[in-house]
């Protein structure tokens, strides 16, 4: 006898929930994820800092919208309404479910390269840097002279103008950018606003990977039992930065060439001519570009890890690579498989609580929800909300990571009690 209709949701969450159980009891990786929980106990650090940035960008969101309400004209601004009862037709949730796989497996990628958005906190940030900040900037200074010797100096110019464009950005992409629309060429503003825009990323990921360093040193003193003050590890870490800059330089170049470089081209004259739309460029980054440099980010996961804790070539950090692959590939596949299933949770829960609260019943697909015309009260508390969730999530899975390679380098990976702290 079949189910009724109604049961069957149920069905399907009640299956969900003992699938997610079985994954977590019985995959080989259970121990580095219960041992991540317990450092995020340990150093509230870990998902706190996740946390602020997060907030930071929210908002930064928030003040836009609220912006754009009071600026632009009817019919292109957003609408604030206090309440709105919550719904969702089956097509939008079949979109939803969808949507959620490419960001899910940015986050998985971004475990092992750089795990947070750091805009627009990155602008405080690059501001600190500027007036050097507790010394900050002079350390790295010095590790970047006796790392790269003459090249240091020029890395260091590069480092400063992407500051100053990461100082520029909030300003040029928030409220400015709507004033500047209204009273200036939309081809001089793209040109503008593109170039900004690729310089502050490459500080923001350098910004997002000296944190991710701070992060992954703080488990591992976790893991080893250290005692240490924030400020001796924070300067560690930005000297461990000027190894793993090796790798971010790749990771920044593989970025450019697949995402910035055809965005600023798109808007140079000599080639406005012989370039597909904005409308092109935008599904090519969806369905080319951002699926490409996860691939390439979660194919060589291991490479950020290995240079923070060892200074090494990049061949050799590949070398150790392979290696660990060789040894321990079965428990790292569980782990991308752990990750992607909290990551896309996540997400798809996003995606409903957003646009059940921003559609009304007689519309269809979520169309007003992908312009983000209707916010309401609990659209506005919900993304306070989410960046909680993230960062707990994020804080999980990168201390577990940590957790796990570590026990792969002593040959512990299936000891129940290895880490004692």
Known sequence: MPFPETYRPWILLAGAVIGYLLVMFASPVRASLRDGLRCMARYPTLWMMLTLFGLCYAIFQISVDVFSHYYLQEGQRPVF????????????FSAILKKGVLPSLEGVAGVFNVLITTFPFSAIAALLFLVNWDGHHGVLFRALRRRFDGFGWLIHFGILLCAIAALVKPFLFGPLLLVMGSRMPGLPLLECSFFVDWLSFLFEIMFGVCVQIYLILMVYAWVRG???????????AIRRFSFVMKWSAIMMLVSTVFISLPQIVTVIPPFTHYVSPVSVLFYYNDHVARPLLVAFLVLFSGMQIIL?????????????????????????????????????????????????????????????????????????????????????????????????????????????NWIKY
Not at 226 to 234: D, G, M, V
């Open 226 to 236: 250290l005692n240490f003050t924030r400020q001796h590890l924070l300067d560690f």
């Open 308 to 416: 923070t804790f060892h200074s090494e070539t990049l061949r050799k950090a590949f070398g150790d690579y392979l290696h660990f692959l060789r040894k321990d590939w079965w428990p790292l596949i569980w782990f991308l498989i752990v990750a992607f299933i909290h990551f896309y949770a996540l997400n798809v829960l996003n995606g409903v609580v957003s646009a059940g609260f921003a559609n009304l019943p007689e519309q269809t697909a979520g169309a007003d929800f992908e312009k983000g015309s209707v916010i309401t009260v609990v659209t506005v508390a919900w993304r306070v909300i989410y960046p909680l969730l993230a960062a707990f999530v994020g804080g999980w899975m990168l201390a577990t990571w940590v957790c796990l390679y570590k026990r792969s380098e002593a040959g512990r990976i299936h000891a129940d």
């Open 81 to 92: 309404v206090a309440w709105r009862p919550w719904f969702l037709p089956g097509s939008s």
